[in-house]
């Protein structure tokens, strides 16, 4: 590994990203903001910012899909489990 990293501007950096990632980013911010917005940060909402602005490149305006968090998910067993 190199001892000393070059910085790169954020801009620059996220047009490496595919689409998956794209999309990765951009949902988990968005369900932290739907949650509890003061969870998310100012670097977060800077890239953000940039993976939409990135994603508008790319795709004019169609809709960037939605990944479900995890937290969200329901089980069969979740449904069927008593409460006591």
């Known amino acids: 590994m190199p001892e000393?990293?070059?910085p790169v501007p954020l801009t620059q950096a996220i047009k490496q990203y595919?689409?998956?990632?794209?999309?990765?980013?951009?949902?988990q911010i968005e369900y932290r903001?739907?949650?509890?917005?003061?969870?998310v940060n100012e670097a977060a909402l800077c890239l953000y910012d940039a993976a939409k602005t990135e994603w508008l490149a790319r795709h004019g305006q169609k809709p960037?899909?939605?990944?479900?968090?995890?937290i969200e998910f329901i089980f069969e067993g979740d449904i069927?489990?008593?409460?006591y």
């Open 4 to 6: 000393h990293y070059i």
């Open 64 to 70: 960037c899909p939605r990944i479900i968090p995890p």
């Open 18 to 27: 595919d689409d998956q990632d794209l999309i990765e980013v951009i949902s």
């Open 80 to 83: 069927y489990a008593e409460t």
């Open 33 to 39: 903001l739907e949650k509890n917005k003061y969870e």
